[in-house]
Structure formats: structure tokens, C-alpha cells
């Protein structure tokens, strides 16, 4: 059975069931909506923005234009504008629970206390956003390697990989930033 073609779909989309149309407008429009997407992102989200943007299309491929190239980078940059958006709400997320809830032993001073949690922070910051969040699952949440894979939605080699590095980059971060002030000094200059 053939669908009639949509007068506002390209006619070089327009034979065959909507997929094949879907399918053609992809083969067509991809690789420049890719091109438009690495020029406003990392590598590794490219192939999302993509998939996202054709999977918008598929769905509205009845209100697609007959030029449909500005029309899928519209939702290209939309897309985009909020992966931005929502990262930057992820770290904000983060960054306030992480000093809402860092506890310190209880023999530390408030100002090592605070010190060290900023030290602590500025580390956890260095590392990138799925490091992060491996180290708090584990860390943090005291979640199995194999649990916090599941949560992460990756292979549990995949996570245990992902945490090594993390950790390696936080290790690294905490060696490169400022030492926390140690009390021995303070107190010898009170005793003198």
C-alpha cells in the first residue's frame, strides 16, 4: 500500500511510507546537520543531536517544509540550547548538594572543614561530567561498581573504566590544588 505524498514533504522524500521518507530525508540532510551540530558541541554528542533531531522530524514529518535543511537545524540548535541548559543545571545540582551535604570529621576545624570541602569541590570540578558522577555514585551513594553501571546505563567494564579514570583525574586535581592549611603552623605562632 502507498501512501500519497505529502505536499509538504520534499519530493525527493516523498516515495513510500512515511519511514522511507524519514529514511531519505536522513540520507540527504545528516551529514550537514552533523557538520552544524560538531561546530556547537563536543564530538561525542553529536551523534545525539542528530538522532534527536531526526527523531523530532519523524515525528512531525507532516509539518516538515519543503526546504527542510533550516527547518532540521532549527531543531538542531533547540536541541542543543537545551543540552546546555541542562547541564549547566546538572553542575549547579551538584555543586549545591555536594556542599549542602560534605561532612568533615568531627575533629576537624570549621576552617579546615571548609578549606578542604572547597579543595574537595574544586577537584571534583576538574573532572568531567560522567567522571563525576561515577565517583558520587560509588563515593557517595556507596553503590557496587555493577549498580552504579546500571545507573549510569553502561557495561560494568565500561563503568569500571569510566571510575578509574575519575579517580585518577581527581587524585591528580587534588595533588595540583592548593593544600589545605595545616593547623601546626597556626599553633606554633600562637605559642611564640
Known amino acids: 500500500m502507498r ?26 540532510y545528516a551529514p550537514r546537520v552533523r557538520a552544524y ?4 558541541t563536543s564530538p561525542d554528542e553529536c551523534d545525539d543531536v542528530v538522532q534527536e533531531t531526526f527523531l523530532i522530524a519523524w515525528r512531525r514529518r507532516t509539518e516538515l517544509p519543503a526546504d527542510p535543511l533550516p527547518w532540521l537545524l532549527v531543531v538542531a540548535r533547540n536541541i542543543l540550547s537545551t543540552r546546555r541548559r541542562s547541564g549547566r543545571r ?28 572547597e579543595r574537595h569541590l574544586a577537584a571534583l570540578a576538574a573532572c568531567t561530567r560522567p567522571e563525576r558522577e561515577a565517583l558520587l555514585l560509588v563515593a557517595w551513594d556507596g553503590l557496587s561498581a555493577a549498580d552504579a553501571a546500571a545507573v549510569a546505563g553502561c557495561s560494568p567494564r565500561a563503568f569500571a573504566v569510566r571510575l578509574s579514570r575519575a579517580r585518577a583525574r581527581l587524585s591528580r586535581a587534588l595533588d595540583a590544588g592548593p593544600a589545605a592549611p595545616s593547623l601546626t603552623p597556626r599553633l606554633a605562632q600562637e605559642t611564640s
Request: proline content about 16%.
Open 3 to 28: 501512501h500519497p505524498p505529502d505536499p509538504r514533504v520534499p519530493p525527493s522524500t516523498c516515495d513510500g511510507p512515511p519511514t522511507a521518507s524519514v529514511e531519505a530525508l536522513f540520507r540527504d
Open 37 to 40: 551540530a560538531r561546530r556547537h
Open 90 to 117: 546538572a553542575d549547579q545540582l551538584w555543586l549545591a548538594a555536594a556542599r549542602d551535604l560534605w561532612r568533615m570529621p568531627d575533629h576537624a576545624s570549621p576552617e579546615t572543614a571548609v578549606l578542604e570541602r
